[in-house]
């Protein structure tokens, strides 16, 4: 599976589908790995019995298994006596629905437009089902394998199929449908994951398009018949094109593309990304065989033997991974922070930051190793966090059954965060959350905790507690038996691995602090409970207080903010009127100071204004009271430099002259900052104000 770990030989069935004729002249066998399109692998069998270690040396272990894959759509394909996996039933029905949508026809062969058709049946089963699952499109992780098998799907019909609108979210039903049996899920979210799928499209065609007017750019400006790797990168990076879009494109235009300049630039990248991620693990150091049980259900200190360790590097940093006999710390998961504590052995303690799981490894980790890793230790977790973590998680399952009850049956977990300081919980929804509803929200939770419902947890088979009606929570791993958490059998019934409090009524009370849209069909809720609500509450009667003193009105803070405002709307309008008479004041005092040469008018002045706006609208009355008449005016506002360069319609015509080219090329240089505007009409804002003078010299001189 990788360069170290569990490893052995492997045992691999290859079936010959070539015809006898074919058969008769070279033997299959010799075939074998060799590419043939027609002589396939078909099953993979690999017997572990080694561990690998960081030197190459093999060590037997203790327990060995068979790690079998066998391939879907060969076998299929096997059955079906077809020549290729996209002829057989489980792609034929999406290649027809596109055929249907975009008016073309797959012939099988291997023009790009062929291979489109493959790549779009292939890709939606993977972007739909694993949406369907709770993966959504992102700039990380896994969600980021999903956008860009998505955008690559996109590329291909916009390139190949000459289809610029979305296409993918049409083929979801068609996929839901067939599928219907055999993965239930996706059919029963179609409306949402079309939804996701069709704004990822929408977003990436904007994008294409963007790209393409700055194809036009790079062509314009290629020198010797060639596009720069760099540039290349570029469209790829920032734009998401492909390269053999950007190649197709540069032929089109009887150009080349430096294919070798792209992939140093992309390389590079790659080197960036892999060292700022890179983590360099030892071997592991084994002190002693035996399991690692999780005992912190009940228990928050215990007392340990280091089964094995390791020394880990990340970001020039060292820590270490110490594996346990048993531990009362939690390992993260199902949204649920890692335990932190201390390991202590005497009088020596070390801290543990964070524990993670790691196939099904409970690994703390640490910034130091005890003195003598073979002594027993006592495992210590911080009791404060996890009590505050615990109350979030509790909190999260009343808030789950909640929006279900108020927002309907449709909403479903799609990730979450339970930590000591606040709970996040992203859920399936088409619309923001209404301030009525939130209020709703939380009155059925807090009833909940006032309640003191007793939280039962009791371990199940599996489909005995999916019959009960439990929800399985995104994220979680579920085996035969299961854990389930009861909190009112009619109202929360969950499928949680999580820690969880004794009485509902421990959670205090419950809050929530924001609900906002995270992706297509996803709105995320943070909210606090127990202390953290305590402490929310009394920030904001302090906020509250602070208003009514500054106010002087402890009775009705509202009224009097409102008063205020009425005030200041009135203030404003009056403050508007004396501006419009101190600018039209200045406009008489401006005309009179006009230059005229060669019959043009030059209006330029130093003025004292309030807003760039006036300003502006000074200039703009000055240019329209002349034929051929320049007007540049410059003003100190609040210690930054702000010009207007008027010029009036005809002139503009008649001379060539643009205020906006003016300002960009003459004016910003000098006060250094920028700005633009319209032929006759433009400003610019700067930092250098003793500069000011000198662009009214600068404009009259031109």
Known sequence: MGDTGPCGPCSEIHVDCRPDAERTQIPGRDLVNKDHPQVIEIWNNVFIQFNRKKDGTLEPLPATHVDTGMGLERLVRVLQGKSSNYDTDIFSGTIDATEKI????????????????????????????????????????????????????????????????????????????????????????????????????????????????????????????????????????????????????????????????????????????????????????????????????DRLESDARILKYRKVTAKGKTAYQIVLDQTPFYAESGGQVGDRGWLQSGTERIEVIDTKKDNDLIIHFTLALPTDPSTNVQAIVDATQRQLTTVHHSSTHLLHSALRQVLGTHVAQKGSLVNAEQLRFDFSHFAKVTDEEIERIEQIVNEKIRENIPVVIKSLPKEEALKLGAMALFGEK????????????????????????????????????????????????????????????QEQAQTLRSIKETLKTPAHPVKAIEQLQEEIAQLRKQVEGFEARQLQGLVTELERVAITEKGRSFIGASVDVSSADSLKKLCNDLRTRGEDRVVVLTANIQGKASVAIGISDAFAKSSGLQAGKLIKETVAPLIQGGGGGQPGLATAGGQDVSKLPQVIDAIRAL
């Open 478 to 537: 579920y085996g035969d038996v299961v854990r389930v958490v009861v909190m009112d059998p009619n109202y929360s019934v969950e499928l949680c691995g999580g820690t969880h409090v004794g009485f509902t009524g421990q959670l205090g009370s419950f809050k929530i602090l924001s609900e906002s849209a995270v992706a297509a069909g996803v709105r995320r809720i943070e909210a606090v409970s127990g202390a953290a609500a305590y402490v929310f509450m």
């Open 102 to 297: 975009t008016g073309l026809q797959y012939d099988r062969s291997d023009t790009k437009q062929a291979i489109a058709f493959r790549v779009i049946a292939d890709h939606i089963r993977a972007i739909g089902f694993t949406i369907a699952d709770g993966q959504l499109p992102s700039n990380t992780g896994a969600g980021y394998v999903i956008r860009r098998i998505l955008r690559r799907a996109v590329r291909y019909y916009y390139s190949y199929l000459n289809y610029h609108q979305p296409l993918l979210t049409q083929l979801i039903p068609v996929l839901a449908m067939q599928f219907e049996n055999v993965f239930p899920e996706l059919q029963q979210q179609v409306e949402f994951v079309s939804k996701v799928i069709r704004e990822e499209e929408e977003s990436f065609l904007r994008t294409l398009e963007k790209g393409l007017k700055r194809m036009d750019d790079i062509i314009g400006q290629a020198k010797a018949g060639n596009i720069a790797g760099k540039d290349a990168f570029e469209l790829y990076d920032t734009y998401g094109f492909p390269i053999d879009l950007t190649r197709l494109i540069a032929q089109e235009n009887k150009l080349q593309v430096d294919e070798s300049g792209f992939e140093q630039e992309m390389k590079q990248q790659k080197d960036r990304s892999r060292a700022a991620g890179a983590i360099d693990a030892e071997d592991w150091i084994v002190l002693k065989e035996g399991s690692n049980a999780f005992i912190g259900y």
